[in-house]
């Protein structure tokens, strides 16, 4: 079986094309700022996780973590002599109930 011959020039001209490119995108190659997609938007997230650029510029500067968190409520004390407390119902029925999200923050 005969060797298919290489066409040497062919293959230095492509591979300088190649080199060419690689050098003249070198800087985006090396960037540490990445593009991502976040709940379908575009955003520029920075070497530290900040926000750079996108999502229409709302949390330009904020930390990427820190998206979609909502502050912590303060924990408010309970009185000393409080009582304990004994469920009358399933978890599932004291879930459902309308005041419970406000009751666990500590705002009913």
């Keep these: 079986m005969k060797t298919p011959s290489i066409d040497?020039?062919?293959v230095e001209f492509i591979a300088g094309k190649?080199?060419?490119f690689l050098e003249a995108n070198r800087a985006l190659a090396m960037d540490v700022d990445q593009w991502k997609t976040i709940k379908g938007a575009k955003v520029l997230?920075?070497?530290g996780g900040e926000v750079k650029a996108g999502m229409g510029g709302k949390f330009t500067g904020r930390k990427i973590e820190a998206l979609g968190?909502?502050?912590?409520?303060?924990a408010k004390d309970w009185?000393?002599?409080?009582?304990?407390?004994?469920a009358l119902t399933t978890v599932s029925k004291m879930k459902a109930h309308p005041h419970y999200q406000a009751a666990k923050a500590g705002e009913a």
């Design 8 to 10: 040497r020039a062919r």
């Design 18 to 20: 190649i080199l060419d």
């Design 45 to 47: 997230i920075g070497e």
């Design 69 to 74: 968190q909502k502050e912590a409520a303060a």
């Design 79 to 86: 009185p000393e002599n409080f009582p304990n407390v004994t």
